[in-house]
């Protein structure tokens, strides 16, 4: 998911360009393109799960995947903490301030331009590109947020195994990391489901264009 909302923030800097050679960029066919190298990149890569990820039996028909002590945990940690609780913020807040800025020069060359040409200021419009801002913005801050909330945790359950992996635990003490672990790493897959709701509460035109999608397709069932 983090891959396809910077690939989307990319395409939304590309698309808001004054330049006109780099909105050419911005092209279904190159974003299918990318969407497939990266699902590609990402399938590949991921296939040392397969093979470092060891299945425990704790108890009747209960089992949990945990990673191989060791070397792979540590590079699964710094993973985490790099690749899905770092990297993707930081470009998230990057692109998305390049995408506000664009957006916000766009709105002064039109208010310019509305204002030398017919002696009044286009009010409505630039208007409605202040709104986009704002809901763009808080849209940014609420999935960087999200993130934060949702990846963090894990990362920092896995830090604590590995700095206290040469402790002597007691089966209570163990037992109860595992439960945090596992309730850290259910968070952690809860960022993948609630995008579209974050995006609700924070704009209206996107809930606006919901409504019109589910009408859309409640006519065209009905008939």
């Given at each position: 998911e983090a891959s396809c909302l910077i690939l989307a923030s990319i395409d939304r800097v590309l698309i808001t360009s004054?330049?006109?050679?780099?909105r050419r960029?911005?092209?279904r066919r190159l974003t299918i393109i990318n969407i497939i190298i990266v699902c590609s990149f990402?399938?590949?890569f991921h296939i040392h799960a397969l093979i470092f990820t060891q299945i425990i039996q704790y108890g009747i028909d209960y089992f949990v995947c945990i990673y191989q002590p060791g070397t792979y945990t540590t590079f699964i940690t710094y993973y985490i903490l790099v690749v899905s609780g770092s990297l993707p913020p930081a470009l998230l807040t990057i692109f998305g301030c390049w995408t506000v800025k664009n957006?916000?020069?766009?709105?002064r060359i039109k208010h310019n331009a509305g204002t030398s040409t017919t002696g009044t200021v286009i009010i409505d419009r630039s208007h409605t590109l202040q709104s986009k801002d704002q809901q763009l913005i808080r849209m940014l801050f609420i999935d960087i947020l999200s993130y934060i909330i949702c990846k963090y945790p894990v990362t920092i359950m896995l830090i604590y195994q590995q700095i206290t992996k040469y402790d002597n635990k007691s089966d209570e003490r163990q037992q109860i990391e595992q439960a945090i672990l596992e309730l850290t790493t259910f968070l952690y897959y809860v960022k993948y489901s609630i995008g579209c709701y974050t995006n609700m509460i924070a704009s209206k035109t996107f809930r606006t264009e919901l409504k019109r999608i589910f009408l859309k397709m409640i006519q065209y069932f009905h008939f």
């Open positions: 004054q330049n006109a050679g780099t960029l911005s092209t990402w399938a590949v957006i916000r020069q766009i709105s």
